[in-house]
């Protein structure tokens, strides 16, 4: 899986445990195609785990991963939701820059998809990344602005709140320490 994560470009655990894995990226509880998914194997406590590339669900008992390891070679395969830890979304590893142009609702296009991925790494649900700037999209930028007391809560993707979303993904800022501060 680090090998993966290093090709993509993203956090990795540095680790050959698959419970590794829990330790990275940010906890998502609705998870899409791409996420990774970690499982517990033998026993709950154990150190033991299986960590995939989560691919999607199948009614409410199973999800399906792509993953090594799945009867001694990659492949998609499905496992019980009982024996699940946890959905990580991995951030990228590299200095994010965004385009200097204004997004806003009504917008479409890549530049779209990849605020909402951004807004999503950050923690604030945009739902499906289809690069269609609506009104989920609007209201996840609006909560974004809201945690810096400087920027003007107008859900449009400015040169203000540009510089600080790349601030944060960067590691300049802390969205999270800024609401621990205020609450």
Known sequence: MNWCAHKAGLERSYSLGARSWLRVGMQVTNPEPGDIVIFWRKDIKSWEGHVGIFTGFAGNNRIYC?????????????????????????????????PRKIIKKGSTGELVVLLQDTLKIMGFNVGTSDGVFGTKTEDALKEFQSTNENL?????????????????????????????DIF
Request: proline share 2%.
């Open 66 to 98: 792509l993953g090594g390891n799945q009867g001694r070679q990659v492949s998609i395969s499905a496992r019980g939701r009982d024996k699940l830890l946890g959905f990580r979304r991995l951030r990228p590893n590299t200095e994010v820059r965004f």
């Open 152 to 180: 003007k809560i107008d859900g449009v993707f400015n040169k203000n709140t540009r510089e600080y979303a790349e601030a944060v993904l960067n590691g300049v800022a802390s969205v999270k320490k800024f609401l621990q």
